[in-house]
């Protein structure tokens, strides 16, 4: 089982109502969350750890988990509010406007729910709840009671307006670049994180550190795998693009089913992994991302939708 650690938030999604003008729509997302519904719909056991909701927006976050086949074992519920995020689609990556206090996700405890079972060979995690406290705190414990126990995958995702300290973001995102087995982060991050840093000498920096696999996605230009043997090129299709929302947690998701389908999903074996290998979990998590662009919203696709 993958289980992705993390917040669950309603995507508020710019649009037009019938008489053209602006407004938006709701729909299910978050980081870890959409991470959880693309393995889950591709057909690998999936579990999502992280505080939902008892309002109505939360019976949406569950309902989806539930439909595309992701254990809620992991998950608390209470009456606290689900977070809201309004997306804006100006720019050439997503921004957003967070409405977090005393929400389900931030307070989420999860030594107050059920323990990591043996059957999860991997925990991912991802975006602002590595920001806000305490539920940033509670993650990095989760993460360093099962490092070297079973796969650490890290994504930063930053989200510049929930972030209160920079410095003290890029310390803590440091530690956990080094302590993970995957770190998978966008051309745009890695420039907030090391402004004017070249990706060679960042990527063989947290290699160096303690990481097994660095991945940097660059949209359209491709992604690049940097291991301690070299470095794996992985182009993206052309596609019609309807929008890039969840466009790098997809290709996340992705990556990650693909490496269990394989069997590949162990500390071993991913430290290990030979370029072949790795390359197809690269352009299969490409097909998927492709996939996700080109319909509205973060819509992952599901095993029968992607070839091969």
């Known amino acids: 089982m993958i289980v992705s650690c993390g917040e669950a938030l309603i995507d508020f999604l710019p649009t037009k109502d019938g008489e053209g003008r602006d407004s938006y729509r709701p729909a299910v997302g978050g980081s870890p969350y959409n991470v959880a519904l693309t393995t889950g719909r591709l057909g690998i056991a999936t579990g999502f750890l992280g505080g939902i909701s008892t309002d109505f927006f939360g019976e949406m976050l569950a309902a989806e988990l539930e439909r595309s086949k992701v254990s809620l074992r992991y998950a608390g519920r209470s009456a606290r509010p689900t977070t809201l995020a309004f997306v804006s689609l100006a720019h050439e990556e997503p921004q957003y406007a967070f409405f977090d206090e005393n929400s389900a996700g931030r307070l989420h405890d999860p030594a107050a729910h059920a323990p990591i079972a043996d059957d999860v060979e991997a925990l991912h995690f991802s975006s602002f709840s590595l920001a806000t406290e305490p539920f940033a705190s509670r993650l990095a414990t989760v993460m360093d009671q099962n490092r070297g ?160």
Do not use: M
């Open 149 to 308: 126990k079973r796969v650490i995958s890290y994504d930063p995702n930053v989200r510049p307006t929930l972030i209160p300290d920079r410095e003290e973001f890029r310390r803590r995102a440091e530690l956990f670049a080094h302590g993970a087995d995957i770190v998978k982060i966008s051309g745009a991050d890695l420039d907030w994180l090391h402004p004017g840093g070249a990706v060679e000498t960042i990527a063989a920096g947290w290699l160096a550190g303690g990481a097994g696999i660095v991945v940097v996605t660059r949209g359209g230009a491709g992604v690049t795998a940097y291991t301690r043997t070299g470095s794996i090129f992985s182009p993206v299709q052309p596609i019609t693009i309807a929008d890039t929302v969840g466009a790098g947690d997809s290709f996340a998701g992705g990556l990650l089913a693909r490496l269990s389908e394989k069997g590949l999903l162990s500390i071993g074996a991913v430290r290990s992994v030979d370029h072949a290998a790795l390359k197809d979990a690269l352009d299969f998590a490409n097909r998927v991302a492709a996939v996700t662009c080109s319909r509205p919203g973060a819509d992952p696709p599901w095993r029968n939708e992607i070839a091969g």
